[in-house]
């Protein structure tokens, strides 16, 4: 009788550079829902309109801005390496910040917003592509797990520090987007130890080396747009494409919704949304950390996306009372933190070869956000005529994304990325 192979464990240095990558997620998250939460106050400072507030949505870290740089940036990465993008763009990511934390009118914040966007997105490719090619065969979930945890912290903290400061209005939003920008050049420095990808670095000799005749993964932009790599994408784009529409319509204007819609105060909005990413980590970790690696994932995604439809329904069909708010908080961050994102992110990782990981990734999030950019343009004119009627929008998005995911998804679970490589060259 033969027993299995014990899986490997992850060293210290492997949970060091998983966390110093995935900081980038924090930055991502944190400078989203900063801008939820000032934008309230943006808008009375600066008198913007509905269609200003739904531009400085549609081009910030938020959507375009971050889709633009992903492409970019994700590109980048399969040509000259993961370390060239995720060492230096947090510079960039501190310049765009300041225009925020110095900013005296509404085009400022755009502009600040903007090139914060275009930073971010040029390093979540590099960062989920490194967190993937490092993780031991079995625990990659877990270690994209320690990113997506860090998703939700960076809101966290953020909000916090925005209950800590709200009495003293914008002032109080300007020091918030100083600690990104502090943290954004800390961290340039903490990943300047940091070494290259073994896997990049692999995939590079072997594309060197290759002999003629020997089938093996192609590395060049034509490359991605195979029938195969194409399908991928097709439903990688479609399950999270419908399911960012509704996260980042909630992630970004949710602080907003919640006092022009529901009448609650700043503090109340900012902390009924702190509640949520805080139910959301926990759900990472003691659900998708600990099970996604071993269990079938295409069950795991499904009960997540029925959590979800569930929860956003209650906006669609009860008034936006204090408990349906709280109800609807804690189901959609149960599901959300072993749904969509969470699986966005390893699947993207495992399905493409190294040399065109992190441009698939660039390409996918640049179609998700900019698609999410243009829709965020009309949010708060649909906010303005009917909030049930974009709750039931954003429900029909969530039912949209789980059908997809639950028809379409791969069985991965347990298998190393060489051996994800060598069926996908079977198959092609």
Not at 102 to 123: E, S, T
Not at 298 to 308: E, K, N, P, T, Y
Not at 348 to 363: C, I, K, N, W, Y
Not at 371 to 390: D, I, K, N, R, Y
Request: glycine share 10%; aromatic share 12%.
């Amino acid at each position: 009788m033969t027993t299995a192979a014990p899986i490997p464990s992850s060293s210290r240095e492997d949970w060091k550079n998983t966390i110093l990558a995935g900081l980038a997620n924090y930055i991502d998250a944190g400078s989203i829902v900063a801008g939820g939460a000032a934008l309230a106050m943006w808008t009375e400072a600066y008198r913007m309109s509905n269609s200003l507030v739904g531009t400085i949505g549609a081009l910030g870290p938020n959507a375009i801005s971050a889709g633009v740089g992903a492409l970019i940036g994700g590109r980048l990465c399969d040509l000259f390496g993961r370390k060239k993008i995720y060492q230096y763009d947090m510079l960039f990511y501190a310049f765009g910040m300041l225009w925020l934390v110095f900013a005296m009118n509404a085009w400022m914040v755009i502009l600040g917003f903007f090139l914060v966007g275009i930073a971010v997105g040029a390093d979540i490719p590099a960062s989920w592509s490194l967190i993937a090619e490092i993780a031991p065969k079995g625990q990659r979930g877990k270690h994209s797990g320690v990113a997506q945890v860090l998703w939700y912290l960076g809101p966290v903290v953020v909000l916090l520090l925005f209950l800590l400061v709200a009495p003293l209005g914008l002032l109080g939003a300007r020091l918030v987007f100083a600690h990104l920008a502090i943290l954004a050049v800390a961290l340039t420095f903490l990943r300047s130890s940091m070494h290259e990808s073994p896997a990049w670095l692999e995939a590079q000799v072997a594309k060197k080396a290759r002999l003629p005749g020997v089938k093996a993964p192609g590395a060049k932009w034509r490359d991605l747009f195979t029938r195969q790599h194409i399908g991928s994408m097709a439903f990688l784009i479609g399950m999270y494409v419908f399911w960012n529409l509704w996260a980042g319509t909630n992630g970004f204007f949710l602080p907003y919704i919640l006092r022009t819609v529901g009448n609650q105060s700043q503090t109340a909005a900012v902390a009924l949304t702190v509640l949520s990413f805080v139910v959301g980590m926990a759900s990472i970790y003691f659900i998708f950390m600990q099970i996604s690696d071993k269990v079938n994932q295409r069950l795991l995604f499904g009960i997540s996306a029925v959590i979800q439809v569930i929860g956003m329904s209650l906006f669609a069909i009860f008034p936006l009372t204090l408990p349906v708010a709280i109800i609807h908080i804690l189901l959609m961050s149960i599901g959300q933190g072993f749904g969509a994102q969470s699986f966005f992110q390893l699947w993207s990782s495992e399905m493409f070869p190294t040399l065109l990981r992190s441009t698939a990734q660039g390409v996918m999030f640049a179609i998700v956000r900019i698609t999410l950019g243009v829709w965020s343009f009309f949010v708060p004119a649909l906010t303005a005529t009917g909030f049930h009627t974009l709750a039931w929008i954003l429900t029909g998005f969530l039912v949209a994304s789980g059908l997809i995911g639950v028809i379409w998804a791969p069985r991965n679970e347990g298998k190393s990325l060489e051996e994800l490589d060598a069926a996908r060259i079977a198959a092609a």
